[in-house]
């Protein structure tokens, strides 16, 4: 069941018609392994999205030009981790089958096991773009498969290790990095890279899969896992023509923990990356 947005995220319409992207709320934090407050994340930032316009003078695009809805939320409730996964597959595929392209605000990092699973549901082939401070490669975690510390594991188990590339994790057990090594899954956190990374992926579908933790804690607090040494936002910005040139099956913007940062400042900051993605997939 969808529970309709109040508010909606910026200029967005309340239906789908005549929209390409559809933003989805997962407010889910059943999963996680140290703090939790990623279920409010949703309603925060279309909250916080008040606060900005829908113009973004980084790419001198707006989305009053760009036509896209608003569906709400997925009603995850106190689902276990496996029910969430699966609700939100079944809603994926539907949403896919009808031609749907959905950007979705999480939610710990559980909830894109689910996405991904939904898009292969619907016979979607993509490449998986994970970016991330943490490998989340753990075969388990607290004796289940489904957590934020394994979404990349079940990920590389979907879709198989050559269509499955990490950039930016800093943190990790031995035995995570060593395995991405050897999987060809890690490609570092030098930002030339990812841009080498972005270029090559043109020719490819692509799912990207955005964890707020990649980011500096100095300039996203409001995580539930900061890593130190992370992107900034000019880095980001850098890389949006990239990702404008992309063919992005869908996104997500995960693990943002609005009550962890009472500033607000995550928030908007959150807002802002999701007003770019829509304008640079739009």
């Known amino acids: 069941m969808i529970i309709p947005a ?20 997962l407010p889910y934090d059943g999963a996680v392994s140290y703090r939790g407050g990623a279920r409010f994340a949703p309603t925060e930032i279309r909250l916080a999205s008040d606060s900005i316009e829908s113009y973004s003078p980084y790419q001198d695009r707006d989305l009053e030009d760009h036509p896209f809805c608003d569906l709400g939320d997925l009603d995850l409730g106190r689902r276990s981790p496996d029910q969430a996964v699966a609700a939100i597959r079944d809603h994926y595929a539907e949403q896919t089958r009808a031609g749907a392209k959905i950007l979705a605000l999480g939610g710990d990092h559980t909830v894109t096991v689910g996405v991904l699973q939904g898009l292969v549901q619907a016979g979607k082939q993509f490449t998986l773009l994970h970016l991330d401070a943490h490998l989340d490669l753990r075969p388990e975690y607290t004796g289940g498969i489904y957590s934020h510390a394994c979404i990349a594991r079940r990920a590389v188990e979907l879709l198989g290790p050559e269509r499955v590339i990490q950039w930016g994790q800093r943190s990790g057990e031995r035995s995570e ?106």
Do not use: H, K
């Open 177 to 282: 990095f060593r395995w991405a090594r050897e999987q060809g899954l890690y490609r570092g956190r030098d930002p030339e890279r990812l841009m080498e990374i972005l270029q090559d992926l043109r020719s490819q579908s692509v799912y990207l899969t955005l964890d707020l933790d990649v980011f500096d804690p100095a300039e996203m607090p409001g995580v539930g896992t900061p890593e130190p040494g992370g992107w900034r936002f000019s880095d980001f910005l850098a890389v949006l023509p990239e990702i404008q040139a992309l063919d992005l099956a869908g996104m997500d913007v995960v693990e943002l923990a609005p009550n962890l940062d009472p500033s607000g400042r995550s928030s908007v900051v959150a807002a802002e990356i999701v007003r770019e993605l829509l304008l640079a997939a739009s």
């Open 6 to 25: 109040n508010p909606r995220y910026l200029s967005s319409r309340p239906d789908s018609a005549g929209c390409v992207w559809r933003l989805v709320g």
